[in-house]
């Protein structure tokens, strides 16, 4: 059997990386951050040697981009020194790496498509943390980036289950239309990681850096508007464009984060469905319920 590790499976990610199909030979173990302190090297070196997994996927994050302005030491130690002791470790026993980033190590500056080759920069600590894992997980042959962005999926929290709790609770609503980026579900990422691990271990890729979002760019509140259009109740209040200096953050964030991912599609024949298509599915599934039993 191939034995596959998710660390950071209580998350969106990790949670659609359980109940995605994969390859009959593949042996799941999905790890929550409370069964494991991924923070502590030595823990995750223990089980790591233990387990001895051929592939380590790492969907756990510290994803609160406006609390770790004020939390830098945990973002660090979560985003980046973790990613350090799980490279480490699988390294040691021979194992593949697969982490998980994010297009908020870009500045948002430049006016196109962003490629894994355009330099990082980070403008708050989240963006910070996540380029120094991305570097620590570099370091070592065999571990694999991708970069994704704007994740949303029925299981969790996300910008999807908001804008629906909006509907319900107000009568005006009023989102960011000056920031673009691309929409991505967690399902579609979960449905690639499957075959990037499989990549991995046929010796498809040797490591490296990837985007991996859904082709199709939109401003947030654009995103919104999917979202409403989506669902069975709608939304007829009040729906305003604001400007990112009506709608004042703690942390800063990027203007401009498409992420280009078409080096994964030319080398791994991936491509993301359109978030539109996603977006229905999942708000579908959201209002029905189909999701409690998960």
């Not at 596959?4 to 990790?14: E, K, P, W, Y």
């Not at 790492?58 to 660090?76: G, I, K, Q, S």
């Not at 239309?177 to 499957?194: E, N, R, S």
């Not at 401009?256 to 599609?265: A, I, P």
């Amino acid at each position: 059997m191939t034995r596959v590790l998710v660390c950071g499976a209580g998350g969106q990610l990790g949670r659609e990386l359980q109940r995605v199909a994969w390859p009959a030979q593949f042996e799941i173990h999905p790890i929550a951050l409370e069964q494991l302190d991924i923070t502590d090297e030595t823990a995750v070196a223990t089980l790591v040697a233990e387990l001895r997994p051929h592939v380590i996927v790492n969907a756990a994050a510290y994803t609160a981009v406006d609390r770790a302005e004020d939390e830098p030491a945990t973002a660090f130690a979560v985003n980046a020194a973790a990613v350090g002791h799980l490279a480490q470790a699988a390294e040691r026993c021979g194992a593949r790496l697969l982490h998980v980033s994010t297009d908020y190590v870009f500045d948002g500056t430049k006016t196109g498509w962003y490629v894994e080759s355009d330099p990082v920069m980070p403008l708050g600590v989240y963006g910070s943390s996540k380029a120094e894992g991305e570097r620590l997980a570099l370091q070592y042959e065999g571990s694999t980036v991708l970069r994704t962005a704007w994740l949303f999926g029925a299981l969790g929290q996300n910008f999807v289950t908001t804008m629906l709790r909006l509907a319900r609770e107000r009568p005006s609503i009023g989102v960011v239309a000056d920031q673009h980026g691309c929409p991505t579900a967690a399902k579609d990422v979960a449905v690639a990681l499957v075959s990037v691990a499989q990549a991995c271990l046929d010796g498809t890729i040797d490591g490296g850096l990837f985007h991996l979002t859904s082709p199709v760019p939109a401003t947030w509140h654009e995103f919104a508007a999917a979202i409403f259009n989506a669902s069975r109740h709608g939304f007829h209040g009040e729906f305003r464009k604001l400007t990112t200096a009506e709608y004042p953050t703690r942390a800063r964030r990027p203007a401009n984060s498409r992420l280009d991912s078409s080096l994964v599609e030319k080398k791994l024949g991936i491509r993301l469905p359109d978030w539109h298509d996603s977006v229905i599915d999942v708000v579908r599934e959201l209002e029905t319920g189909a999701n409690r039993s998960h």
